[in-house]
């Protein structure tokens, strides 16, 4: 399954994107609550393999990262443990790329592949020097999903949107990933300017938390990437059918925006 197809069709149909965030190995039962976000409204999921130093992340993250290594999780085991799951949506891997690197270009991107990964963030490679991980990511059917900021001039964000594949991640907030009380201003900003430079599906992350919030920012874009206000409630203990219904919570305020 292709992520950028698979989202553009669900977009043809008017639907608003959701695409929830599990950090791979935080509990035994992490696939269950993959799984569990599928049936909520899911369109597709970010799989984050644990990294000692995710740079771009806030607190909550950070603690869900921290937490899967102590588990002993690794990029190995994340893939195992995807491997045979049949979630039923485009799986999204984020990580950084020291782990990229380490393993090397061409087996990373396989090892992505074989356990059922379609697509990767890396938000620490930048624009200048992904190439390479891009044109071996590609062999391997694997798409590069590229992030652009508030703060991205327009000839460098043409670039990003023509390059990227699966979607264009709009980094809505200049800051780390973290669930906020209000909107930044800049979120609805960059959704507007991205959409002026691609017809690739434009989804915006950092900040995003409630339904309200998430159909507030899809009246722009395309769609959404909610991460930390639901690995929270995993992080404190919360049932995977208690996330699902989370998902399925914004997954109603998303489907507001699309019929209205």
């Not at 990229?100 to 490679?125: M, N, Y």
Request: aromatic letters at 4%; a negative charge; proline letters at 5%.
């Amino acid at each position: 399954m292709q992520l950028e197809a698979r989202l553009r069709e669900l977009r043809s149909q008017g639907r608003k994107l959701l695409v929830p965030y599990v950090t791979g190995g935080i509990r035994d039962d992490w696939v269950d609550i993959a799984r569990a976000m599928v049936d909520g409204g899911a369109d597709a999921l970010e799989i984050g393999i644990p990294f000692s130093d995710p740079a771009m992340d806030g607190p909550t993250i950070q603690e869900a990262s921290a937490v899967a290594l102590a588990r002993g999780t690794t990029p190995a085991s994340v893939f195992a443990d995807l491997r045979g799951a049949d979630l039923g949506v485009p799986l999204v891997a984020m990580t950084y790329y020291n782990l990229v690197f380490r393993a090397g270009h061409q087996r990373f991107a396989e090892a992505l592949a074989s356990s059922g990964i379609c697509a990767a963030i890396v938000p620490d490679l930048c624009l200048e020097e992904s190439r390479e991980w891009e044109a071996e990511a590609a062999q391997a059917n694997i798409e590069t999903v590229l992030l652009a900021a508030p703060v991205t001039p327009d000839d460098r964000m043409a670039a990003i949107c023509e390059r990227s594949r699966g979607f264009v991640y709009g980094v809505g907030l200049m800051g780390v990933t973290g669930a906020r009380p209000e909107l930044a201003a800049s979120t609805a900003e960059l959704a507007t300017r991205l959409k002026a430079h691609t017809d690739r599906p434009v989804l915006m992350g950092f900040g995003i938390s409630t339904p309200d919030q998430a159909a507030e920012v899809a009246a722009s874009a395309d769609g959404v990437i909610v991460a930390s206000a639901l690995m929270r409630p995993v992080l404190d203990g919360a049932s995977s059918e208690s996330v699902g219904a989370l998902v399925q919570q914004l997954r109603s305020g998303l489907d507001q925006t699309t019929t209205g």
